[in-house]
Each structure stands twice: as structure tokens, then as C-alpha cells.
Antibody, heavy 122, light 108 residues
Framework: QVQLVQSGAEVKKPGSSVKVSCKSS????????IQWVRQAPGQGLEWMGG????????DYAQKFQGRVTITADESTSTAYMELRSLTSEDTAVYYC???????????????WGQGTLVTVSS | EIVLTQSPGTLSLSPGERATLSCRAS???????LAWYQQKRGQAPRLLIYDASSRATGIPDRFSGSGSGTDFTLTISRLEPEDFAVYYC?????????FGPGTKVEVK
């Protein structure tokens, strides 16, 4: 069973950037896409984008295009999500999640990280 | 983009009762690529159902999914105390994959 462990909570100033990591263990990291989903306080789930490590291909939701970069390091089985130009609207819990479909670029999420709270405040 | 609408917003039921949750898509979901998740307060979502009707590993058989095209249903046959949570549907048949706004199942 794959386990995803994320980096700790962050507090950031408006206009700055945040980079959240997601380390995978217990499965084949390179063949399954890692996706990022965020959840604002009291709100629903919002897909941001993902990366398929074996091909190094990233996909992004249109809303975040140009502001987010999602990468994967196969040597450490770790995925990263960097979000730039932060505003208070980016305050949320950020989750990484593994796709359940081998070599897929979209699909259902069968393993989730514990979440990382990012707070944007001046 | 496919917009998912879930109803009701809140479902108030007692343990042992049957819960029926609806997820409706703004257009047909390709290959019935629809999933259901359960989220408890302070926890990450957990996959329950994928491909509209396949139960994920370790999910009790009181959870079942059905539907096709634009109308999907999650049924919990007999609510256990641990089933009171928020439930989300997600479609992954078209890009971008999208989530519904959720249905909260609360204790009556």
C-alpha cells in the first residue's frame, strides 16, 4: 500500500511562494501520477494539477496555469507543488494524491497524503 | 468543464438507516469514470467507489455505487456511526477532472 507523507504547515506573506513536498513509499512511484488537490477552509475539493513521473509530464488546471509548477524527483520518490504570487485566497489545505490508474494522467485518487495547511497572511 | 451537482446538501439520518446520495453531471461522464470519496473532519478524503460502481480496497459492502451518463448514486445500506461524514463525487472522464460540492451526512 502506497503511503504519501507531506511536508509541514507553512505561513506565507502575500506575493510570496510556497513549495510543498510529497514523499511516496511502498509502491511504484514512477508509473503513477501524483496529483494535487486543495481545500479552502470549510469548502470543497479543487483539483490543481499533477505529474506523471515516468514521462515527466505535468498537467495543470486552467485556473492555476502560470502560477503553479508540479514536479517529481524519481531518485527520492518525491513530488513537489510550488505555488507563486500567493494571496489570502490561497489559504487552504493542500493534498497530494496518487492516481489509481497506471500511467494515467487523470483518474481516481486511491491514496492521499495527510495534507499541508498553507496560511497566507500579512 | 463538467460541473457536478450533489444533492441533498445535507442528509439527516439515524444509525441503521439507508442513505442515498445523488451526483448529477452537466454532461455525460465518459465511460462512467466517476468516483466517490468520504471525508471526515480533519482527515484526508478516502476513496470509496471508482468507475461508478467498483468498491475500493477495504471498503465495506454496505457502500455501493450506481448510475451512468449524467446521473450517479452512492448508497449506504445501513448507516454505521463511523459513516457520518462528507461525501464527494469526482468525474475523471474529461479534462479537467472535477469534484462535486459534497453532501454532508449528519446524525438526526
Amino acid at each position: 500500500q502506497v503511503q504519501l507523507v507531506q511536508s509541514g504547515a507553512e505561513v506565507k506573506k502575500p506575493g510570496s511562494s510556497v513549495k510543498v513536498s510529497c514523499k511516496s513509499s511502498g509502491g511504484s512511484f514512477r508509473n503513477y501520477a501524483i496529483q494535487w488537490v486543495r481545500q479552502a477552509p470549510g469548502q470543497g475539493l479543487e483539483w490543481m494539477g499533477g505529474v506523471l513521473p515516468v514521462f515527466g509530464l505535468s498537467d495543470y488546471a486552467q485556473k492555476f496555469q502560470g502560477r503553479v509548477t508540479i514536479t517529481a524527483d524519481e531518485s527520492t520518490s518525491t513530488a513537489y507543488m510550488e505555488l507563486r504570487s500567493l494571496t489570502s485566497e490561497d489559504t487552504a489545505v493542500y493534498y497530494c494524491a496518487k492516481l489509481g490508474v497506471i500511467a494515467g494522467r487523470r483518474g481516481y485518487f486511491d491514496s492521499w497524503g495527510q495534507g499541508t495547511l498553507v496560511t497566507v497572511s500579512s | 468543464e463538467i460541473v457536478l451537482t450533489q444533492s441533498p446538501g445535507t442528509l439527516s439520518l439515524s444509525p441503521g438507516e439507508r442513505a442515498t446520495l445523488s451526483c448529477r453531471a452537466s454532461q455525460s461522464v465518459s465511460s462512467n469514470f466517476l468516483a466517490w470519496y468520504q471525508q471526515k473532519r480533519g482527515q484526508a478524503p478516502r476513496l470509496l467507489i471508482y468507475d461508478a460502481s467498483s468498491r475500493a480496497t477495504g471498503i465495506p459492502d454496505r457502500f455501493s455505487g450506481s448510475g451512468s451518463g449524467t446521473d450517479f448514486t452512492l448508497t449506504i445500506s445501513r448507516l454505521e456511526p463511523e459513516d457520518f461524514a462528507v461525501y464527494y463525487c469526482q468525474q475523471y472522464g474529461s479534462s479537467p477532472q472535477t469534484f462535486g460540492p459534497g453532501t454532508k451526512v449528519e446524525v438526526k
